[in-house]
Each structure stands twice: as structure tokens, then as C-alpha cells.
């Protein structure tokens, strides 16, 4: 028969056991911490590059509300304006020698 130290021993090493899974494993544990730590930083690297992109439209945005040249220009770029009195071109590139 086992005596009651050895019993005691086993008892503590399956807590142990159980604990260390708990630990690692389970909701809350080292492995789904580490993995969220990783999207956390993968999500600062994504706001990051927005905070960029929002910078960049801030300054159009204040250019446009500054009027003239800038609210020309981009009529010229996106809606093709041509004012009164200027020739517009059209340069086509040539057709391929397979057609």
C-alpha cells in the first residue's frame, strides 16, 4: 500500500500539471497573450500608416479651403478643365506591330 507521502506527492504533481496547462493553454494564458500582443502590434503598424494617409488629405483639405491654384489644379488632374483660350492636346501612343 502507498504511504501517504508518496499519495500526497502525486496529488501536488497533477495540481501542478493541471496548473502549468492552465498557464499556457487555457483563455488568458501565455500562448493567447503572446498573440495578442502581436495584433495589438500589427494593428499600431495599420493606424500608423492611416495617421499617414489622414496627414496627407488634412494638407489637401486646408490647400482646397486656401482656394485658387490648388482648387485649379485639381479640377485640371481629376475633371480635365481646360480654360478659355488654351489648346488642348491629346497624345495617343501608337498602335502595337501585332494588331
Known amino acids: 500500500?502507498?504511504?501517504?507521502?508518496?499519495?500526497?506527492?502525486l496529488v501536488l504533481g497533477l495540481m501542478l500539471a493541471a496548473?502549468?496547462?492552465?498557464?499556457?493553454s487555457a483563455d488568458g494564458?501565455?500562448?493567447?497573450?503572446h498573440r495578442l500582443r502581436l495584433e495589438a502590434a500589427q494593428m499600431d503598424d495599420a493606424n500608423?500608416?492611416?495617421r499617414k494617409r489622414n496627414a496627407v488629405l488634412?494638407?489637401?483639405?486646408?490647400?482646397?479651403?486656401?482656394?485658387?491654384?490648388?482648387?485649379?489644379?485639381q479640377a485640371r488632374?481629376?475633371?480635365?478643365?481646360i480654360r478659355k483660350g488654351e489648346t488642348f492636346?491629346?497624345?495617343?501612343a501608337p498602335a502595337s506591330q501585332s494588331q
Open 77 to 81: 488632374a481629376n475633371l480635365g478643365m
Open 58 to 73: 488634412d494638407a489637401v483639405v486646408a490647400d482646397l479651403r486656401a482656394g485658387g491654384p490648388a482648387i485649379e489644379a
Open 29 to 33: 494564458g501565455m500562448i493567447e497573450n
Open 1 to 9: 500500500m502507498p504511504s501517504l507521502g508518496r499519495i500526497a506527492v
Open 19 to 24: 496548473l502549468q496547462y492552465r498557464l499556457w
Open 89 to 92: 492636346y491629346l497624345v495617343v
Open 48 to 50: 500608423a500608416e492611416l
